[in-house]
Nanobody
């Protein structure tokens, strides 16, 4: 059974940084892509970034480019989301998901992810 466990959330001041981690219990063809999504109170879930275990190809939401970096450590079965220059509007619950879809054009849609972690809260104070 696939389990995803996020960590690294917390409270940070605007302009600060956080690194989120998502550890997966298994790596299979059905979990070849790992993605981060976030959901702020009262808002719809929003795609942040995704990465392929096999190719290391990444994709980002346009609004995250330049501030957020997704990476992976295959040996640790862990995906990271480095978030810099954080803003109060980055406050949200950040969740990681796993998908078996290899086409990056589909990585930004939550419906293409089969497994999810419990989420981690990120709060950015002004």
């Amino acid at each position: 059974q696939v389990q995803l466990v996020e960590s690294g959330g917390g409270l940070v001041q605007a302009g600060g940084s956080l690194r989120l981690s998502c550890k997966t219990s298994v790596r299979t063809f059905s979990t070849n892509v790992m993605g981060w999504f976030r959901q702020a109170p009262g808002k719809e879930p929003e795609f942040v970034a995704a990465i392929s275990w096999s190719s290391a190809r990444t994709t980002y939401a346009d609004s995250m480019k330049g501030r957020f970096t997704i990476s992976r450590d295959s040996a640790k079965k862990t995906v990271y989301l480095q978030m810099n220059s954080l803003k109060p509007e980055d406050t949200a619950v950040y969740s990681c998901g796993a998908s078996g879809i290899s086409d990056p054009r589909f990585w930004s849609s939550r419906t293409n992810y089969n497994y999810w972690g419990q989420g981690t809260q990120v709060t950015v104070s002004s």
